[in-house]
DNA sequence: TTGGATATATAGCCTTTGCTATGTTATTGT
DNA sequence: ACAATAACATAGCAAAGGCTATATATCCAA
């Protein structure tokens, strides 16, 4: 006996099923883990590409973090592969990070591009891609891509 | 001198300036912190219109947590002033709660509404809409607005 | 009205991602 | 060559957001 004190029947229609927003909110989770792995990563490769160097103290200021954060961070890279070191001369990226590498930021400047397309400002943009690139699937991916594409002919 | 052994003038122009990225990335990792708080009462708002109550077990269920997971945020949300509890009657919000939930709702249904507009199916859409509308500001958010509404005109 | 099922609370633990403070080790300019 | 500077390492702390295990409180049906 609830509020609607009513028939007892199912009335719970507007919501998408638990299950369903689960697997949603799990996948959002996720994402999240992934994302500062992916930043770390795309940045080295920025840092490499313009500089030729990638050092602690470059990327810690890039993500306005501090030093000893950069370092842990750098550590579980290296652990994971992504990364090697070179004593006091930054570090470089491996074959699989410089993968990774590639496709985040082709997938950040999709999602950039996109948003210039519709009349976004390029700060607008910039920031906004930073935190969305991480949560664009494939699918959409692919959707912004053509989209952007018909725009710009 | 480094590896390109050429001069010291700067070549440092396909990134942009530290200080302007670290304000993106700084943006995103603010958007981090207030995503929980957005969910769950969004989550509360859609589960009280729809059934007329939100207990932790309902939210942690739908959330895919575990219920003391559930009890130690929703005491946040109690000390943030966003929603109020009933003893063994789940919880419901207060006015501000009430405006969040408003604003995030609004938020979600355009990113959601504009992904399938271009294409992408509900499924994806749903997924991925979950994890992007925390990082839209208000432009990017008019201008997918906008965009959504020429597209169904 | 009472006992079993359900809902909530609490304790204690873990991991991640930050921080400051403080060493230690290369590099580099003179 | 060597001292100053800059880069890096490490220790120790905190907060956030998870978890399991377990206790307690409420509800509801027989």
Chains 1, 2 share one sequence.
Do not use: W
Not at 55 to 60: C, E, M, P
Not at 81 to 110: C, N
Not at 111 to 140: K, Q, Y
């Amino acid at each position: 006996m609830n509020e609607k004190n009513s028939q007892t029947i199912e009335v719970e229609s507007s919501l998408v099923a638990p299950d369903t927003q689960m697997e949603s909110f799990k996948q959002a989770r996720h994402n999240r883990r992934s994302e500062l792995v992916e930043d770390y990563v795309e940045l080295i490769a920025d840092l490499l590409a313009d500089g030729g160097e990638a050092r602690q103290v470059d990327i810690a200021q890039r993500l306005g973090v501090a030093q000893p954060t950069v370092a842990k961070m750098l550590k579980r890279l290296i652990a994971e592969g992504y990364i090697q070191q070179r004593p006091y001369r930054g570090v470089f990226l491996t074959s699989i990070g410089k993968e990774l590498a590639r496709v985040s930021r082709e997938r950040h400047q999709i999602v950039e591009a996109f948003l210039c397309s519709i009349g976004v400002s390029v700060e607008t943009a910039r920031m906004d891609a930073e935190g969305i690139e991480h949560h664009v699937s494939p699918e959409t991916l692919e959707a912004l891509k053509k989209f952007t594409a018909t725009v710009r002919a």
